[in-house]
């Protein structure tokens, strides 16, 4: 079946401009996770949602930084005003059980 | 608070023979262990997991894991390397409570030499 999918791929934005990434996940999966892979950092947890639950935001690094997810499915990843710092790897995942995460292809994010 | 250590950022072995690659976690109660490779401009992929039962777990593209409760170890290993299996490897873990993050580590890069 179809896997993580994320748009968009690539996404080359201005210092200060706002940006969206949306993750779609494997249908069914009732988890979803987002992370941020860069050099300086590896690979970091952002936020994860699951089902109705009050989503877990201890891992976002700013007040910039939001996400949402609409009716347990879809799910975006908003950053406003974005910084240089914000240059990244963006990496959703999803999840039936409580066991593994299949990961999407990331979004790339290139602050200028 | 969970932590995971992968001490080397390369290994090198030659095809054919055998590989390994450490990890080494902390985490308060039971561990759930993970360990996912990354092709170039890819995503991470499930390798083999470890929850309960066996110590010996087996994965995808003949990969293997070993829990190791008394050193908290979970190195991954495979008998015979393959060219195609050079890539970045992470090690994760998580804690069992309930669905919760994986805490990475720092990520190994294999190279198999022809």
């Known amino acids: 079946g179809a896997g993580v999918s994320q748009s968009p791929s690539n996404k080359v934005t201005e210092k200060g401009k706002d940006v969206e990434l949306r993750c779609d996940p494997i249908s069914g999966h009732t988890a979803l996770y987002w992370y941020r892979q860069s050099l300086g950092q590896g690979l970091e947890f952002l936020i994860y949602?699951?089902?109705?639950?009050?989503?877990?935001k201890s891992g976002l690094p700013s007040d910039r930084f939001s996400a949402e997810r609409t009716g347990g499915s879809v799910s975006t990843l908003t950053i406003q005003r974005t910084q240089q710092e914000d240059s990244a790897v963006y990496l959703c995942a999803s999840s039936l059980a409580e066991y593994e995460q299949y990961f999407g292809p990331g979004t790339r994010l290139t602050v200028t | 608070a969970q932590s995971v250590a992968q001490p080397e950022d390369q290994v090198n072995v030659a095809e054919g023979n055998p590989l390994t690659v450490k990890c080494t976690y902390s985490v308060s109660g039971n561990p759930y262990l993970f360990w996912y490779v990354q092709y170039p401009n890819r995503g991470l992929q499930f390798l083999l997991k470890?929850?309960?039962?066996?110590?010996l777990v087996k994965g995808s593209y003949g990969f293997e894991a070993e829990f190791n409760k008394s050193q908290t170890s979970f190195h991954l290993k495979k008998p015979s390397a393959l060219v195609s299996d050079s890539a970045l490897y992470f090690c994760a873990v998580r804690d069992s409570r309930g669905f919760q993050k994986l805490v990475f580590g720092t990520g190994t890069r294999l190279l198999v030499s022809p």
């Open positions: 949602f699951q089902g109705n639950s009050a989503p877990d």
């Open positions: 470890y929850i309960t039962g066996d110590n």
